[in-house]
């Protein structure tokens, strides 16, 4: 599910974002190259948190087939973040857990998702499905000011979830099955592709099937990679996973909830 890989190079920060993410080439076990985009635990709001719910929703993403970047643990050693060239970026490094979280830079070519683009013909079920990820996660963080949407031609890639999975304390949260549960996905500013699924016939039985799917098994396998370095959130990871297998096991209704909303 996840490589393990080591920093080797800093190439800089990614232009946007609000945690500085840094670009990385890390070598593998077999000392090839891969090329990173990370985010390190310091520069979150929730710290090691952010990073667990990133890991598991990408986990959960690729498991449902769902466009996410390949991701990677990225180990950070103290010589590699004493030779970072940018003073802030090294500071927080060193304030960061050891382990960082990497996503596989995408080919050249995508381009963060703009305001007023049509969804291709070819990419309407995708983005269907993206929505429905979304819903069934509490990822409120894929907006039309804030898309965390990369494309290229028809193809989309889903980046940034350390948001996802927060229901404790959100003030009128339900879990997604229940009706009313998604009444504020109804807005046009609530989600990135709100107003043009909406009253389109939509088909979800392809990611519900890969949904169900998810075993306990398998979610006991997305708690056991997670590193020794992120227990601090070990409350964060079991409350993920716990949400990930009560909306498999209640899928049907939530999933009659999310076409309801986007009627």
């Given at each position: 599910m996840f490589d393990l890989v080591t920093a080797v190079r800093y190439d800089g920060r990614v232009q946007s974002g609000r945690t500085m993410p840094v670009r990385l080439a890390c070598e593998t076990a077999v000392r090839e190259e891969v090329e990173v985009v990370a985010k390190l635990s310091a520069s979150c709001d929730r710290g090691v948190a952010a990073l667990v719910a990133e890991a598991i929703a990408a986990i959960l993403a690729a498991d449902l087939d769902l466009p996410v970047p390949e991701p990677f643990l990225v180990r950070l050693e103290p010589d590699f973040i004493d030779a970072i060239a940018d003073p802030e970026v090294a500071a927080i490094a060193r304030k960061s857990r050891s382990i960082?979280?990497?996503?596989?830079?995408?080919?050249?070519?995508?381009?963060?998702?703009?305001?007023?683009?049509?969804?291709?013909?070819?990419?309407?079920?995708?983005?269907a499905e993206i929505f429905a990820f979304d819903a069934l996660i509490a990822n409120a963080d894929r907006r039309i000011d804030n898309p965390n949407c990369l494309f290229v031609g028809?193809?989309?890639?889903?980046?940034?979830?350390?948001?996802?999975?927060?229901?404790?304390?959100?003030?009128?949260?339900?879990?997604?099955?229940?009706?009313?549960?998604?009444?504020?996905?109804?807005?046009?500013?609530s989600h990135l592709f709100t107003e043009q699924l909406r009253g389109k016939e939509?088909?979800?039985?392809?990611?519900?099937?890969?949904?169900?799917?998810?075993?306990?098994?398998?979610?006991?396998?997305y708690r056991g990679v997670l590193p020794t370095e992120w227990d601090a959130a070990s409350d964060s990871a079991n409350a993920a996973l716990s949400h990930i297998a009560a909306v498999r096991d209640n899928l049907d209704m939530a999933l009659q909830e999310i076409a309801r909303v986007l009627l």
């Open positions: 960082a979280f990497g996503s596989k830079k995408l080919p050249p070519g995508y381009t963060t998702w703009p305001v007023g683009k049509t969804i291709p013909k070819d990419a309407l079920a995708v983005a028809p193809d989309i890639a889903i980046i940034d979830h350390e948001l996802a999975f927060i229901t404790e304390g959100v003030i009128g949260w339900k879990p997604p099955w229940q009706v009313g549960a998604l009444d504020s996905l109804r807005r046009a500013q939509l088909n979800f039985e392809r990611v519900a099937g890969a949904w169900t799917a998810v075993t306990d098994v398998r979610l006991s396998e």
